[in-house]
């Protein structure tokens, strides 16, 4: 049974970056072909992908964040990590980590972790 489980600061102020990690248990982040995910759901909006790192390395983004976000991965720790820079109280959500089936905005995920509030204010 895969686990995710993201970790973090809960509260970041504006302009800062917003930095969490995803540690995965049950199962490898470089095992063909998954693809690690993160996405958040805003207050009162759609969930919403951010980007994804591959079972390679490869790494993936939603367009309207490519310029603000980072992922990068730590395989000796089997975790995954994103960063968000220059934030805004508009970045704040819930954050989760998920496993899917393919690099993309509709690719199929299986496995979630509970997901963390991140609110941005000062």
């Known amino acids: 049974q895969v686990q995710l489980q993201e970790s973090g600061p809960g509260l970041v102020k504006p302009s800062q970056t917003l930095s969490l990690t995803c540690t995965v248990s049950g199962g490898s982040i470089t095992t063909n072909y998954y693809y690690w995910s993160w996405i958040r759901q805003p207050p009162g909006k759609e969930l919403e992908w951010m980007g994804a790192?591959?079972?390679?390395?490869?790494?993936y983004y939603s367009p309207s964040l490519k310029s603000r976000a980072s992922i990068s991965r730590d395989t000796s720790k089997n975790q995954f990590a994103l960063q968000l820079r220059s934030v805004t109280p508009e970045d704040t959500a819930v954050y989760y980590c998920?496993?899917?089936?393919?690099?993309?905005?509709?690719?199929?995920?299986?496995?979630w972790g509970q997901g963390t509030q991140v609110t941005v204010s000062s």
């Open positions: 998920a496993r899917a089936q393919g690099p993309y905005k509709h690719s199929r995920r299986d496995y």
């Open positions: 790192i591959a079972y390679s390395g490869s790494t």
